[in-house]
């Protein structure tokens, strides 16, 4: 078959589609561990290691990670109008199966909406999830959910997203992650929005159980197989949720990624046990970016930990339901992380990411600053070696930030080539029991681009995402925010 090169290069033909076995399964996971590269998972299996087995770097005994034993192959990324994505012309690629341009939010280049694997599930009478650690409003949990000229348009986004302007309605049965404060009408102090949109209380009286907190939480998912009926909606913070590195010293604070993925599965599968139909969940890894973009090291190893364990848990998962399929595939990679003179041991000395120190380092009042930094901020940053020279040194520098950034780097040997992304391939995913297995591995092993991938779920699921995008554009109206309902503030984590 011939295809014209300007259609492939848009994507809109499934080019080794034809080819697929395919096996039918009733569920998917799918998993996206934003801004983790290769070298992500090498750091953090390294570092995991040397502390099970108590080797070192010069005789180091090394153990598999979960993803380890899940490789099927790469995938290529590039947006439509630049060889380096950013999350929302990847996530439109991977939810989507669509090219488009960066900050493009499931519309292409023309600006028209295109329906997304998780809308196709729900139309054909699925459950939906969307379980990250970002804000849910976030380009990645945005590509599923709504659709938007600009990722900056945070308002427009969560709008959409509990269904208040979305063409279908409430199109996900669970939300969980963090950006509170753009469901808080803006009488509320802690709100973000411009409007007087209340969210939280339109997402009740759809019939959403509405979650603020991890008392919350507990109360409602606390122990993973509860019967909590869908749709609910648990959003644990204003802006994005913790670091890892951070929220495992306060866990009583948030709920980990673990946690809400095993809440989420756990009330998926009750909700869908006596139906034909399963159900479909996007799980993201959402913070292993922000630490890329910051050269957080540390922070960078425990969220990608994290990843794992979701992975691994997962796995267990899928081999007790095995009507379930798993793909996983990061958007891109951030921060052009390299391991040149690699010792991880020094990584296991910082005890929280530099985000959460510049703050409590902002907010000190007390009378002894450079105590403070002496004692408390540097140890915390697994610098609690460095000499009165270089103290004076880092406290007369307008932001001591960049500095401890390199230390530490140079300490664990590692270098950061940017504070953004880059257009290298990302690891591909995946796993299912037995034979499904086989096939699977069977079909993806290989290098793939990012817009077949959804491709792939939509045979499985035997879903039609081409009749979903018909019907998003037989919609008249205004409902796809343009360009215009960006945010002026521009999120410093945006890409
Ligand atoms: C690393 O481990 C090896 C083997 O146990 C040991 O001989 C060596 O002294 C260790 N090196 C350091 C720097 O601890
Ligand atoms: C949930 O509901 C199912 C079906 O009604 C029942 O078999 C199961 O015991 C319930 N589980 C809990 C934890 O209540
Ligand atoms: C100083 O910080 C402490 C701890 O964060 C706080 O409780 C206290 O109110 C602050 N004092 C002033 C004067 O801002
Ligand atoms: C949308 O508008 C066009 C003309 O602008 C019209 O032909 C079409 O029927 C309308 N569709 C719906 C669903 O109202
Ligand atoms: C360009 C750069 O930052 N290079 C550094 C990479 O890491 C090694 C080992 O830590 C340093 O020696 C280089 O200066
Ligand atoms: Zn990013």
Redesign the pocket.
Known sequence: MQYSLTLLAAGLVAQTGLTWAAPQAKNFIYIVPDGYGQASQTMARDYVSLQKTGSNASAPIIQELAGDRLVLGTVRTHASDNLVTDSAASGTAFSCGHKTYNDAISVTPDGQPVGSILEAAKLDGFKTALVVTSTINHATPAVYSAHVANRDSYEAIAAQQIGYSHPFGPVVDILLGGGRCYFKPQSDPTSCRSDDLDLFSFAQKKGYHVMQDRAAFDAYLGDYTTNASLPYIGLFNDDQMMYEIDRSKAPEKEPSLLEMSKAALGTLDQATRASKKGYFIMIEASRIDHAGHANDAAAHVHDTVMYNEVLGFVQEWINAHPDTMLMSAADHECGGL?T??FDPAPLVNVQHSFEYLKTVWEAYNGTDARGYFTSTVLPAAGLSDVTDAQIDKLLGASSPWAEMK?MI?????????TGGHTATDVTLHGYAAGKKWREFKGDMAGNHDNTELPRYIEKVLKLDMDATTAKLRAVNGSWVAGPDAARKRRDVHSH
């Not at 780097?409 to 080539?417: E, M, Q």
């Open positions: 390299t040149n003179a390199k780097a140079t300490k664990a040997g590692v270098n950061w080539s």
